[in-house]
Nanobody
Framework: QVQLVESGGGLVQAGGSLRLSCVAS????????MAWFRQVPGKEREFVAA????????YYADSVKGRFSISRDNAKKTMYLQMNSLITEDTAVYYC?????????????????????WGQGTQVTVSS
């Protein structure tokens, strides 16, 4: 069983920064790719960013490109999301997700169904 625990959310003013973390744990943990998604009440969960674990190739939603940066520390089995220049539209619950091997094809990495495990989420609120 794999567990994902997010942290780092909070309240920040527009223009500010936050760094989210997601720690993965579990027996026989094997990671192909990890990702961040976010969700606001009444809307679908949407893709934010993903990182292929070994190659560290990264992918971003257009809405966050240039402002957010995804990274990982393999030794700590931790993924990060550095969020800069935050805007009110970034307010959401942020979830981390993990895809086990074999990894999903690139064209599908923005789909929630491509991930096997999910964290409980961390709230990010950006005030104007």
């Amino acid at each position: 069983q794999v567990q994902l625990v997010e942290s780092g959310g909070g309240l920040v003013q527009a223009g500010g920064s936050l760094r989210l973390s997601c720690v993965a744990s579990g027996r026989a943990l094997n990671i192909a790719r990890m990702a961040w998604f976010r969700q606001v009440p009444g809307k679908e969960r949407e893709f934010v960013a993903a990182i292929t674990w070994m190659s560290q190739i990264t992918y971003y939603a257009d809405s966050v490109k240039g402002r957010f940066s995804i990274s990982r520390d393999n030794a700590k089995k931790t993924m990060y999301l550095q969020m800069n220049s935050l805007i009110t539209e970034d307010t959401a619950v942020y979830y981390c997700a993990l895809d086990t091997p074999p990894q999903t094809i690139v064209s599908a990495l923005r789909l929630t169904t491509s991930y096997d495990y999910w964290g409980q989420g961390t709230q990010v609120t950006v005030s104007s």
